[in-house]
């Protein structure tokens, strides 16, 4: 199974609007959004360009968060507090978003992933692209979706058989 991996839109509806069509094209099956949302109607963009399934946690600038969890229900979406695990395709995959600075955030996600407990451990907020393993554990950061830190808006494609992951411009 294809999945796209898409972190800190920030609102962005340029960027919620071609992480959708991208990852859309590229034939992925689910959307995880690993925080920084922001608010509702961010939801309501991937809904109108196609996406019909996505799985979402909240990111530190997520204010709305009751507002989202409505939007989200009503679109079939889902959203939740991290770390978030889901088991697909026999995989399972920690989401989460981030704490404190970025260094924090890294080494948070390094234990998590030597922990042996996940086939991948998927993390967002650092706004920084992250690719590598520990041990079989893939750790995965797409980098931005929005552009706003770093200039270049990056989501990610999984794919559940190899356990590989492609990162991909908008």
Not at 2 to 12: A, E, F, K, Y
Not at 92 to 113: N, Q, S, Y
């Amino acid at each position: 199974m294809l999945i796209g991996v898409v972190s800190d839109t920030h609102d962005s509806q340029e960027a919620a609007r071609r992480a959708a069509r991208l990852l859309l094209s590229r034939g992925a099956e689910l959307v995880l959004h690993l925080g920084d949302i922001v608010a509702p109607f961010t939801l309501r963009r991937f809904h109108e360009e196609g996406v019909k399934k996505l799985i979402a946690v909240y990111g530190n600038n997520c204010g709305e968060r009751l507002g989202l969890q409505r939007v989200a229900a009503s679109l079939g979406y889902e959203i939740h507090d991290w770390p978030h695990t889901v088991e697909i395709a026999g995989r399972r995959i920690l989401m989460i978003h981030g704490i404190g600075p970025a260094e924090k955030t890294r080494k948070f996600v390094e234990a998590l992933a030597a922990s042996g407990h996940y086939d991948a451990v998927l993390y967002g907020h650092t706004h920084e692209v992250d690719m590598r393993r520990i041990g079989s554990t893939l750790i995965l950061n797409p980098g931005e979706a929005c552009g706003c830190l770093t200039g270049r808006r990056t989501v990610a494609l999984l794919d559940t058989e190899t356990m590989e992951a492609e990162l991909l411009e908008l």
